[in-house]
């Protein structure tokens, strides 16, 4: 299996510029996290999805911030308009229900710098 | 109070000794318990996962679980360089299916 996949793997974008992560998870995992890691704050959850649908978006900084998942493949983080604080490592995970008491797998991450 | 806390460390030992990493979490109803290392610019993976009372070995690692005491560690035994990361202690909860809640990280740093 190939794993997390996350894409960009880097991303260094001016203010104001609408910034969008994408992230396929492990095929037949049903549960999909967004995480924001920061030296300041740690490793956040921003949102999660079960079956693609949001279970819990109570992370997500404001509104400049939104995830979807139209398929069981595929996810998106957008950050619109984007800012400075933004500027962080952003991580895919996914897990499946019931396997070893739903062990998450994280993709490489995406590094954000937003100037 | 934080729903997971971890000895913030940094940790700094000696190659060939026992590093002992500490974490408590709030939440009595607590199930599954995880221990994740990062190292330095890559991503967390899991090395230790627990659910019962008592301890749970794998090779140098043991994971030491007491629900009593709301309380779980992790022991590197015979640390080496390569054991040098952060660890990330992580509970899922009783009653959210799914989400893990994570610790700050102990930064470990092993010395030859």
């Not at chain 1, 299996?1 to 994408?22: C, F, K």
């Not at chain 1, 999805?49 to 279970?55: A, D, E, Q, T």
């Not at chain 1, 229900?97 to 797998?105: D, L, S, V």
């Not at chain 2, 627990?50 to 709301?70: C, H, M, P, V, W």
Request: glycine share 8%; proline share 6%.
């Amino acid at each position: 299996d190939a794993g997390v996949i996350q894409s960009p793997r880097h991303e260094v974008t001016e203010m104001g510029q609408e910034v969008t992560l994408r992230c396929k998870p492990i095929s037949g995992h049903d549960y999909l996290f967004w995480y924001r890691q920061t030296m300041m704050r740690g490793l956040e959850l921003l949102i999660y999805f079960n079956n693609n649908v949001p279970i819990d978006d109570s992370g997500m900084p404001e509104d400049r911030f939104s995830a979807k998942m139209p398929n069981a493949s595929f996810s998106t983080l957008k950050i619109q308009p984007s800012e400075p604080r933004d500027s962080a490592v952003y991580f895919c995970a996914s897990s499946l229900a019931g396997e070893q008491q739903e062990t998450q797998y994280f993709g490489p991450g995406t590094r954000l710098l937003v100037l | 109070q934080k729903e997971v806390e971890q000895n913030s460390g940094p940790l700094s030992v000696p190659e060939g000794a026992i590093a002992s990493l500490n974490c408590t979490y709030s939440d009595r109803v607590s199930q599954s318990f995880f221990w994740y290392r990062q190292y330095s610019g890559k991503s967390p993976e899991l090395i230790m996962s627990i659910y019962s009372n008592g301890d749970k070995e794998d090779g140098r690692f043991t994971a030491q679980l007491n629900k009593a005491s709301q309380y779980v560690s992790l022991l590197i035994r015979d640390s080496q360089p390569s054991d040098s990361a952060t660890y990330l202690c992580a509970v899922r909860r009783g009653s959210t299916l799914g989400r893990l809640y994570f610790g700050r990280g102990t930064q470990l740093t092993v010395w030859p």
